[in-house]
Structure formats: structure tokens, C-alpha cells
């Protein structure tokens, strides 16, 4: 893939092309490459596993999450639409 300029906020340039060839978005590979440049790759990926599962989680719950971290549409969204919109912000 072409390289992409990610601008001046992103600490680890290679880390953050190879989340964006793997299909995630501008914003989650910015803050993943930051996360890593500041406190090392091996931590950032210890970091991960530690929350419940969404299918645990409420409607009202998943739409709250979504209404933290931007996810449109979410009023009108299924469980499992909700679900899908948050693994893949």
C-alpha cells in the first residue's frame, strides 16, 4: 500500500501504516501508535483482554459506550449492530 501521511500527532509512523493496511481506522491506529510509542509495544499489547464482553453488556449500556467514542446512528441500532459498530471503531 501506498504510504500515508499521518501527520505531526503520530509517535510511531511504521506501527501506525501497518494497523491502516489491516483495515483500522485513522483514529484507533493513531491512538494504538501513540499508546506504543509512550509506553512501549509489549505493554500496549499486555493492556488488552481485561473487559467484559459486549454480548454481556445492556442496549442502554452499548448505546452510552457508542455515544463515547462517536458512533452515529447508534439510536437506531440492534444489539448486535451496536456490537459490530464498537469492535470495528
Do not use: F
Not at 15 to 38: M, P, Q, T, V
Not at 41 to 46: E, P, Y
Amino acid at each position: 500500500m501506498p504510504q500515508r501521511d499521518p501527520g505531526p500527532s503520530v509517535k510511531d509512523e511504521e506501527l501506525y501504516e501497518k494497523l491502516r493496511d489491516e483495515g483500522n481506522s485513522k483514529e484507533k491506529s493513531a491512538r494504538i501508535a501513540n499508546a506504543a510509542a509512550n509506553r512501549g509495544r509489549r505493554s500496549v499489547g499486555a493492556k488488552g483482554g481485561r473487559s467484559g464482553s459486549y454480548e454481556d453488556w445492556t442496549v442502554d449500556d452499548l448505546r452510552e459506550r457508542a455515544a463515547e467514542v462517536g458512533v452515529e446512528g447508534r439510536s437506531t441500532m440492534r444489539k448486535e449492530e451496536l456490537i459490530d459498530a464498537l469492535r470495528s471503531h
